[in-house]
């Protein structure tokens, strides 16, 4: 099974300021088809995960352009370029390359300091 | 508008059964291939079974082999799992979630199980 590390385990910010959060793969993500199946989650308090990025840095359907994503291989970034409030709550990471199955990265929280 | 809504949660004792249910309603559910993942405190997010969009694939984690089982109706657009032989390990938020990999993805709200007696 793959592997996902996910870096920090926490991550205080302040308003305004950029954040960035690492995940590694003990496998290279590059699927035969040429594409790499990398996605990242937000799950605010109380609320299911949402997508926010995927195949490393595409960004979903009413994602805020300050979310990014970024990275090939094993290594992949998320960041945000100037947090806000709403942006506060626990972030995953996740590989649909080589599955099943799924995994998921232990996730990392973003709180304001 | 895409709702996944999930049912069929709730408490139940070592070793019993529930069935949990998936509603799809917004979007080509026929479509898609389909997930179960859940969430508990201790394990994180944690995949349990997949099913292809026909419903003639699917695989399980091996956490749950044997003693779930995945299945879907694509005339009513549901999502369903059968929880057999439960354990205190199985207790989390269960949520039906897919697909993963092009530019559509849909998550449910989720239903609570709770293993205990």
């Known amino acids: 099974d793959v592997v996902m590390t996910q870096s920090p385990l926490s991550l205080p910010v302040t308003l305004g300021q950029p954040a960035s959060i690492s995940c590694r793969s003990s496998?290279?993500?590059?699927?035969?088809?040429?594409?790499?199946?990398l996605n990242w989650f937000q799950q605010r308090p109380g609320q299911p995960p949402r997508r926010l990025i995927y195949?490393?840095?595409n960004r979903d359907s009413g994602v805020p352009d300050r979310f990014s994503g970024s990275g090939s291989g094993t290594d992949f970034t998320l960041k945000i370029s100037r947090v806000e409030a709403e942006d506060v709550g626990i972030y995953y990471c996740?590989?649909?390359?080589?599955?099943?199955?799924?995994?998921f990265g232990g996730g990392t929280k973003v709180e304001i300091k | 508008q895409v709702h996944l809504v999930e049912s069929g949660g709730g408490l139940v004792k070592p070793g019993g059964s529930l069935r949990l249910s998936c509603a799809a309603s917004g979007f080509a559910f026929s479509d898609f291939y389909m997930t179960w993942i859940r969430q508990s405190p201790s394990k994180g997010l944690e995949w349990v079974s997949y099913?292809?969009?026909?419903?003639?694939?699917?695989y399980y984690a091996d956490s749950v082999k044997g003693r779930f089982t995945i299945s879907r109706d694509n005339t009513k657009k549901s999502l369903y799992l059968q929880m057999n032989s439960l354990t205190a390990e199985d207790t989390a938020v269960y949520y039906c979630?897919?697909?993963?990999?092009?530019?559509?993805?849909?998550w449910g709200q989720g239903t609570l199980v709770t293993v205990s007696s």
């Open positions: 979630a897919g697909p993963f990999r092009g530019s559509s993805s849909y």
């Open positions: 496998q290279r993500l590059v699927y035969s088809d040429g594409n790499t199946y």
């Open positions: 996740m590989q649909g390359t080589h599955w099943p199955p799924l995994t």
């Open positions: 195949q490393v840095s």
């Open positions: 099913i292809s969009s026909s419903g003639s694939i699917v």
